[in-house]
């Protein structure tokens, strides 16, 4: 009995254990998966191209959210992750619609993954490309006074000569009245053709049109775009109560439109540009007389510029008539006439500026890189023109010897007429003279330190003549790195005290003269259609970028070890544009 006993109580403890085993197992196979996330998209989006709209979505994952991927139109835009515990997401993510064409569509795929890796079915959210309504094109005419803001969701039509402020006499008149022209990052103006549209900032008033390098500022013309030429609207004029060496000190800008400028006040303060640009201007306002692209007088060193860009100008792309305005970062893109004019006692200091020419874009007056006078007869009238210049590259329209060029290009540097300019650390190429010292009184003052030119490197072109500068071309009669004789129908001899220029020239500090442009390192392409490369090949043997020192000039010049424009930067990228005549502006 008490055998079967024990036997029965073994068999009970058996069952127990084998029961309790099948009840665990039972429990392990009947574990609840969590369903796999939901993710349900936003409503659809739209906007204009440069809008910003966001891409939202609803998502619920009872399993625990472990991640949201989204793909825009198959490729990779945004991964979310998200902490231990996670159930649901009302996600969102900022997307700026891109340059794409109206009636475009962009497909945002979502998909959801949980702690168990399980993943949702994905859901699209879809942002629609719409048209941009045109700009409202607003007229303007006349004098503006008081206030005046200028916004870039409109554009600005000049009729005529527009003025900003009323002073437009000789004299000032007492009360007269003055303006400010605040003009928005991205505001696009156009010059009436018909009526030779030009802007005018007369003495005393302001303008502030301060671009950015996404959003510059832009005077154009009004023509489509294979329609502009230089000379379809006036340009952009400021006239400032600084020192000059007119008569009276002051005087009327050329075309007698009623610029007057001048006065006693160096620190006068005309407002403020920078990333601004200029196309198409120069209208002649009479026969042979044509506004510039930039045209600066007598502004005063309270004015602030940087980042212009003077682009198929009819005239010169930049002049300064006196004044003491400073500035940085200039342009000069295939002007007709000279890239940088300097006259009438302009004591200003300048920082990197590049000048580009066209093969056949010459005037008939002759086309220079630089051209200075101290006034237009040369007389010793004080202020003298007497500023300082660094940093510029001139690259003038000889690009290869095969390239024929107008007969109307003249000098990199025609100095003359009794200035006394500075010019450091500049480069130039590719015109037939490099640098022409003209009269006796110019050299006069080169003698004596007045004008200086320091690490000046000028280079020829292969081929082009015995040196490099157009010897040898009939059609092409000058050709000397630096002139030695004038131009006269009997060529007179020049000098520098008991010097030859070209020996003075090499005698100055950091000077000289390199037979082809390909030795300092700068790219052909600043002789093509198009952007060109301001890099510097590095190994040339003649490299400008080193051998320049702007030690000494002032505090308002940057630190340059280089000649030329252009060091490890380029100052143009984003802002600038080489090829405006494809650029759609009114739309």
């Known amino acids: 009995m008490i055998k079967f006993q ?67 139109n198959g490729v990779a835009f945004d991964t979310k992750t998200y902490a231990d515990g996670t159930t649901a997401d009302n996600y969102t993510k900022e997307y700026t619609v891109e340059n794409l064409a ?39 005419r006349g004098v503006l006074t008081g206030n005046i803001s200028w916004t870039k969701n409109k554009i600005y039509k000049l009729v ?34 018909a009526s030779k549209g030009t802007l005018i900032i007369q003495r005393g008033s302001k303008i502030i049109a301060e671009g950015t390098a996404a959003e510059p500022i832009v005077f154009t013309s009004e023509r489509a775009v294979g329609e502009r030429e230089p000379g379809d609207w006036g340009g952009l004029v400021i006239c400032g109560k600084a020192k000059n060496n007119l008569p009276n000190g002051v005087g009327q800008l050329e075309g007698s439109y009623k610029g007057w400028h001048g006065g006693a006040d160096d620190a006068d303060n005309s407002g403020s540009l920078k990333y601004v640009r200029v196309e198409y201007a120069g209208v002649p306002i009479n026969p042979n007389q ?9 502004v005063g060193s309270g004015t602030k510029m940087e980042y212009l860009m003077a682009t198929f100008g009819l005239d010169d792309s930049f002049e300064w008539f006196g004044g003491t305005v400073n500035g940085k970062y200039f342009i000069a893109y295939k002007g007709l006439d000279d890239d940088f004019d300097v006259d009438n006692g302009f004591r200003g200091n300048v920082q990197f500026g590049i000048g580009i020419r066209g093969a056949t874009q010459a005037d008939q007056s002759g086309s220079n890189g630089f051209e200075v006078d101290n006034d237009g007869q ?25 390239t024929s060029i107008s007969p109307l290009f003249q000098n990199a540097f025609h100095l003359r007429r009794n200035n006394k300019l500075k010019i450091h650390n500049t480069f130039a190429t590719g015109y037939p003279n490099g640098v022409y010292i003209d009269g006796a009184t110019t050299a006069a003052n080169a003698e004596k330190g007045e004008l200086v030119l320091n690490n000046i490197v000028l280079a020829g072109v292969d081929g082009w003549g ?12 000058r050709g000397f ?13 020049l000098a520098i005290g008991t010097q030859l220029p070209s020996v003075w020239f090499l005698a100055q500090k950091g000077n000289k003269i390199v037979p082809n442009y390909v030795n300092t390192g700068i790219s052909a392409s600043l002789f093509q259609v198009g952007r060109p490369s301001f890099a510097i090949a590095a190994g040339a043997s003649a490299s400008i970028a080193t051998g320049g020192s702007t030690t000494g000039l002032g505090s308002f010049f940057t630190a340059a070890d280089y000649i030329g424009a252009f060091g490890a ?18 739309k």
């Open 569 to 586: 930067t380029d100052w143009t990228a984003t802002w600038a544009e080489f090829s405006p005549q494809s650029v759609v502006y009114i």
């Open 481 to 493: 790195a630096v002139r030695d004789v004038n131009t006269a129908t009997t060529p007179a001899a």
């Open 160 to 193: 005529g000569f527009v003025r900003v402020g009323g002073d437009t006499t000789d004299v000032t008149p007492a009360g007269v009245a003055v303006g400010t022209l605040t003009i928005e990052p991205g505001t696009v103006i156009i010059g009436d053709r």
């Open 290 to 298: 044509e506004v510039n692209s930039f045209t600066f007088g007598s």
């Open 466 to 477: 015995t040196n490099g500068f157009g010897q040898g071309f009939a059609s092409e009669p």
């Open 6 to 72: 024990k036997y029965f109580r073994l068999l009970a403890s058996a069952t127990l254990l084998f029961s309790t085993a099948a009840f665990v197992s039972s429990c392990q196979e009947e574990e609840v998966i969590p369903p796999a996330p939901i993710v349900s998209a936003g409503t659809e989006a739209s906007g204009i191209p440069g809008a910003k709209v966001n891409v939202t979505a609803s998502i619920s994952a009872p399993g625990g959210l472990k991640t949201v991927t989204v793909l825009k």
């Open 102 to 140: 109206a009636g475009a569509s962009v497909n945002f795929t979502i998909i959801a993954t949980d702690a168990k890796n399980q993943a949702s079915t994905p859901t699209t959210f879809t942002v629609k490309v719409t048209a941009i309504p045109p700009k409202e094109i607003v007229t303007v």
């Open 378 to 402: 040369g007389n010793s009238r004080e202020p003298y023109t007497s500023g300082t210049f660094s940093n510029f590259t001139l690259i003038g329209a000889k690009g290869s010897a095969a």
